[in-house]
């Protein structure tokens, strides 16, 4: 049977950076949302990074600026001018996220990449129950040598399947365990890999913390479907008093289907 792995809570832009490194033709990538949000997911999270390297920065330069206040006499009039230019066009240079660089390798991986956006729960069961690698559009690179091509293990990767799930009523072991002996199920049957990986929202606060894989584990949900959340005191969601009727760590439900592993993204945090 085909083992999914969970792989830890990344950014889009961390997402798309994974599959185009990870790349194997006939790969899926399926995003469990409408193309809109996601886009706007992508514009969000670059223009954060962006705004976080620009002030970072800034920072330096003004550490540097500060240093370099006394002036020097031998320094010629345009030395300064020139020195500031510079400054502005390696911040230019930082502050531009290496997905709209655009090198070659990437535009050309990415027209052979399948992605595939799918909104509700019900359209990612009816689309794994009958998804195959046949009835894409997306053509196979002409330069990839036949014995590479045999050799090579394509991926089927779900984006936001957690997401997907809660608030809704398929939000429980039992939902969340029929979708993925549906996923697991067609893996096997193309003998591909299947993968797993939640957005990652970072937090507003000072810390700019969010919400990692084993907090993400802990998580609880109710054991069959259309369970209720409790309103009130004591109703606490963390500790497993939001729901009524018995409940289960995430963590628990996904450990039978899938092994859990950290990302390379989580080295760069």
């Known amino acids: 049977m085909t083992s999914v792995v969970f792989l830890s809570p990344a950014l889009p832009s961390e997402l798309l950076s994974y599959i185009l490194n990870q790349h194997a033709h ?34 330096t330069q003004d550490t540097t600026d500060h240093q370099q206040a006394a002036p020097r006499q031998d320094e010629p009039p345009h030395a300064a001018q020139e020195e ?7 911040k230019a240079k930082a502050t531009k996220h ?7 390798y990437q535009v050309a991986t990415s027209r052979h990449i399948r992605v ?12 794994l129950s009958v998804f ?3 009835d894409s559009r997306v053509p196979a690179p002409p330069s990839l040598p036949a014995p590479t091509r045999a050799q ?4 089927l990767t779900v984006y936001g399947f957690l997401q997907l799930h ?31 990986i939640e957005p990652r929202v970072v937090s507003c606060s000072d810390d700019g913390g969010s919400l990692g894989l084993e907090e993400l584990l802990r998580e609880a949900v109710p054991i069959l479907n259309g369970g209720v959340r409790r309103l009130g005191l004591g109703a606490d969601p963390n500790e497993g008093g939001g729901w009524s009727g018995r409940t289960v760590e995430v963590g628990r439900v996904l450990g039978r289907w899938t092994r859990f592993q950290k990302a390379q993204w989580d080295a760069c945090q």
């Open 26 to 59: 006939p790969t899926t990538l399926i995003i469990c949302s409408t193309k809109a949000e996601f886009l706007a997911s992508i514009v969000e999270d670059i223009q954060n990074q962006s705004r976080s390297q620009h002030k970072n920065s800034r920072k």
């Open 166 to 196: 809660r608030d809704t009523s398929e939000w429980s072991a039992q939902g969340l365990s029929d979708t993925l002996s549906a996923l697991v199920e067609r893996a096997s049957r193309l003998s591909w890999k299947a993968t797993l």
């Open 132 to 134: 195959s690698p046949d």
């Open 116 to 127: 595939v956006y799918i909104p509700t729960v019900t359209h990612l069961r009816a689309y």
């Open 152 to 155: 090579a293990s394509p991926t």
């Open 98 to 104: 290496a997905l709209l660089s655009s090198p070659l």
């Open 84 to 90: 500031e230019e510079d400054t502005e066009e390696v």
